[in-house]
């Protein structure tokens, strides 16, 4: 086990980025157009990456395996985005942005990281704003506000229940005009198969034309990996059904490091699972908490009758309901981190208290009763009516409740076929987003040379547990400002030497294993599809390595998997040839991908001995049930390496040291 160097700059962490900025080697203007640099994935994090690369003079070639960068997972961002304005003059500050996101991922991410994501956070909203997002406003036309959990003031910014899209039509925007320009060259409908490394150094890659099937040797003077998150490893999940490690997994196989890969959330408000034919899950923006309640039955009869269907929900009276958050966390109530209130939400069903009528009884109620007659009796007081009727109050409070969140309501409507303005809402925790990813430095490289990884494709901003509205500040931070500015110092040595040409034998080398790599799936000739495999594969991972894990569980997920993975060897069947589109042979390469991590995501929570955020060893909990950290033993990020074999990986720590937000004991209460 080695220690690894994030060369964090020294100095007082409110002068940090400032005075790293001010010491960086730069690129000159003129000299920007002879460097090339790739990045793969155009989500938020990519998507402004290589449009603020090429608005500097960079020439950028971008690829995505979506026939558009508008079809990225980053479009189905529902909430909202975190930014310390205080606008809401309710208190609010960057410390106190740095202080809820290292207290919310459970004191397991960097202090320096996380206080340069808060410092960047109001230049992204001024940024967006200046793109014409649409963000939310007040009456008086002032951007408006409001709360996400673990916070206790006002600072997500919104648009409707579409900010991801809003937000992805800015970058995108962006991105076209250097497109249109001639500063960024996109590839569509291409899949990044390898990294070249030449001399140790990253030095480009091999992409598959997923229209074609020709794979491509692209070079450049720098990689950016920007591909998102490895949720999908569970199946069914609230992304995108192509989302999907391979990119980083690839990289990671290269000699780059992956940190944290047990770290991965849970979201507590998606549609729950109907059916064991599902693939797809959906998720309900934790924005709903602001105005939703969330409750069970008191009684089990009550609730079973509820899953009989003998009784509707609006049937159960007041004091016949247990809002359990707010029991749990009266400081809090129902805007507790997603960790917490997804784990009290399964010990309420695993009690026997859910509601829904599926193999697991796994379902909560969210319910806008409440906030619609609330809302209901303002609307009638600001127009004059005092003593409004019940009929006026509840039209006017739903009249509200749709400004706010129509879209989303609509949503729910269509998928359940149930009007969440007359009866709660069903909700229960889903794979959602993934703190862990690829190990990188205070720049964003990774521990190759030329290589950066940005967004959700790495650990470095969210610790244990990510806080709501934060994944779009993080990947905006990222692309927009930390990655052009810090990208410079690896690119600057690099002016005047001769770099090599798609003919190195290093290119050749890469493109004949991707190639071969792809001729193996299609030769097996077995009876089992990919998507087979991949439900197989998830449904270990979820029941061993999802909200709860245990010694015992993850020990028989690490005999499990080899298992399953040996059968995936040589009993997949692939149909079709790798000559055209084929996207059967696409989802193999990613299963296979996934099965390795998964590996590596039941490793690393075995040999963590704690419960820190959303990683929750069932063993290691205070009497109240809440995650129990030892940070005596591990106060570190974990970093795996390849070793070849995918159930021995080399562990490498990164020490956690914590001077502004000193360790404590977490609490909501």
């Known amino acids: 086990m080695s220690k690894l160097n994030s060369r964090i700059p020294e100095g007082p962490i409110a002068e940090k980025w400032t005075n790293h900025k001010n010491h960086m080697k730069l690129v000159a203007p003129n000299n920007r157009p002879k460097i090339d640099v790739i990045v793969v994935g155009t989500g938020l994090a990519g998507a402004s990456a290589a449009a603020s690369l090429g608005e500097m003079g960079y020439n950028v070639k971008a690829f995505c395996f979506q026939d558009s960068p508008r079809r990225a997972h980053s479009i189905a961002a529902q909430g909202g985005i975190n930014a310390a304005k205080n606008y809401q003059n309710d208190g609010d500050s960057v410390y106190r942005l740095f202080y809820d996101t290292i207290k919310g991922g459970d004191y397991r991410a960097r202090e320096a990281n996380v206080h340069r994501l808060a410092e960047v956070s109001g230049n992204i909203i001024d940024q967006c704003v200046a793109q014409g997002v649409p963000f939310a406003r007040e009456y008086g036309g002032l951007l408006d506000n409001r709360s996400f959990g673990g916070t206790q003031v006002q600072r997500t910014f919104y648009a409707a229940g ?6 992805l039509l800015g970058a995108y925007s962006a991105l076209s005009r250097q497109i249109g320009l001639g500063r960024v060259k996109m590839y569509h409908r291409h899949e990044m198969m390898d990294l070249v490394k030449i001399d140790g150094k990253a030095r480009g890659i091999i992409a598959r034309n997923l229209v074609t099937g020709e794979l491509e040797r692209h070079s450049a003077h720098a990689v950016v990996i920007a591909s998102g998150g490895y949720g999908n490893v569970y199946f069914l999940s609230t992304n995108a059904m192509g989302s999907n490690v391979s990119a980083a997994w690839k990289v990671h196989k290269r000699g780059a490091m992956f940190a944290n890969p047990c770290y991965v959330q849970i979201h507590p408000t998606c549609v729950p699972v109907h059916g064991t034919n599902q693939s797809k899950l959906t998720l309900m923006s934790e924005s709903l908490r602001n105005s939703g309640r969330i409750w069970v039955p008191k009684k089990k009869e009550d609730a079973e009758a509820i899953r009989e269907g003998r009784l509707k929900p609006t049937q159960i009276a007041e004091e016949d309901r247990d809002y359990f958050l707010e029991r749990r966390y009266p400081a809090f109530g129902n805007l507790v981190p997603r960790d917490v209130a997804s784990r009290a939400a399964k010990e309420r069903c695993d009690a026997g208290y859910g509601i829904e009528a599926n193999d697991t009884n796994e379902g909560v109620y969210l319910d806008f009763a409440t906030e619609i007659k609330n809302k209901g009796r303002q609307a009638a007081f600001a127009q004059g009516d005092s003593n409004p009727s019940e009929e006026k109050v509840l039209a006017l409070g739903k009249k509200w409740i749709e400004e706010k969140y129509g879209n989303l309501f609509q949503m729910y409507e269509k998928i359940t076929d149930e009007n969440p303005y007359e009866t709660p809402m069903r909700i229960y925790p889903a794979s959602h987003y993934t703190m862990g990813g690829l190990w990188v430095d205070y720049e964003l490289q990774t521990n190759i040379p030329g290589l950066y990884a940005a967004g959700e494709a790495n650990f470095s901003d969210h610790g244990a547990n990510r806080l709501g509205a934060s994944a779009l500040m993080q990947g905006l931070a990222d692309g927009y400002f930390v990655l052009p500015s810090t990208i410079s110092s690896g690119l600057a040595p690099l002016l005047g030497k001769t770099m090599p040409g798609i003919d190195h034998p290093a ?14 799936y299609l030769n097996t000739k077995g009876k089992r599809s990919p998507d087979w495999f991949h439900r197989e594969l998830g449904k270990i991972i979820w029941d061993k390595c999802g909200m709860e894990r245990t010694k015992e569980g993850l020990q028989e997920a690490l005999t499990d998997l080899p298992a399953l993975y040996n059968e995936f060897k040589s009993d997949l069947r692939v149909t079709g040839t790798g000559e055209t589109t084929n996207q059967t042979l696409e ?24 419960s820190c955020g959303a990683h929750f ?8 049930g809440e995650a129990q950290r030892d940070d005596e033993k591990f106060c570190h990020v974990a970093a795996f390496e390849w070793t070849g074999d995918p159930m021995n990986p080399k562990r490498n720590v990164e020490e956690l040291v914590f001077e502004t937000a000193h360790l404590a004991t977490r609490s909501y209460k």
Request: charged share 35%.
């Open 162 to 167: 579409q900010t991801g899209q809003q937000l």
């Open 507 to 520: 290119f050749k080398e890469a493109e004949k294993q991707a190639k071969d790599r792809y001729s193996g």
């Open 587 to 610: 989802k193999a390469g990613r299963v296979d991908d996934f099965f390795q991590l998964g590996m590596a995501m039941c490793q690393d929570a075995l040999t963590r001995e704690e």
């Open 617 to 624: 060893r069932s063993e290691y909990q205070t009497p109240e």
